[in-house]
């Protein structure tokens, strides 16, 4: 019951950021998409803005592999883990599935409101990444945490 619950935690760290960066993406995309129409010469602009929220699902990864070591699916046998160690590598998995699933989503909402700053002002595009950049901080606050809790639990 340990190791599920543990494998429980790696399939949300994964699919929570996963489900975040595909929605971002899907609204920046499509703010790029219809900005292209009048500005095509700023794809590259666009580009960066519509990869940004895709970065919550990489980490979801990241850290999958990291609870994945942690109980030897990655170069080795799983161990065989108690009741109370599969639900504290559950809950290690949950600061970045919630924060990814969430920074990932409105971090979507910035980058398309950056496309249309980028349509009205290309040399200002960087502010937009700025912006983004901030909210970007919370998913990688959630993965280092998730990361510290996996590194202190002793199994």
């Known amino acids: 019951m340990g190791l599920a619950l543990a494998l429980l935690g790696i399939a949300l760290a994964v699919a929570l950021s996963g ?11 499509q703010a790029s998409a219809g900005a292209m129409t009048e500005k095509p010469e700023n794809f590259g602009r666009f580009l960066i803005l519509t990869a940004l929220p895709g970065t919550q699902g990489i ?6 592999f990291f609870l994945m070591m942690k109980i030897g699916l990655v170069g080795g046998a799983p161990v065989d883990l ?3 160690q599969g639900w504290t590598l559950f809950l290690a998995a949950l600061p970045i599935a919630i924060l990814g699933l969430i920074s990932a989503i409105h971090q979507g909402k910035v980058c398309a409101a950056g496309v249309g700053l980028t349509v009205k002002k290309p040399e200002e595009s960087m502010k937009a990444v700025v912006l ?6 919370y998913a990688v606050l959630g993965l280092l945490v998730t990361i510290f809790i996996v590194i202190g639990i002793k199994i």
Not at 19 to 29: K, R
Not at 59 to 64: E, K, R
Request: proline share 4%; charged share 5%.
């Open 59 to 64: 980490y979801g990864f990241v850290a999958a």
């Open 19 to 29: 489900m975040g960066s595909s929605i971002g993406i899907g609204y920046v995309g």
């Open 82 to 84: 108690t009741l109370p």
């Open 132 to 137: 983004a950049v901030f909210v970007e901080f």
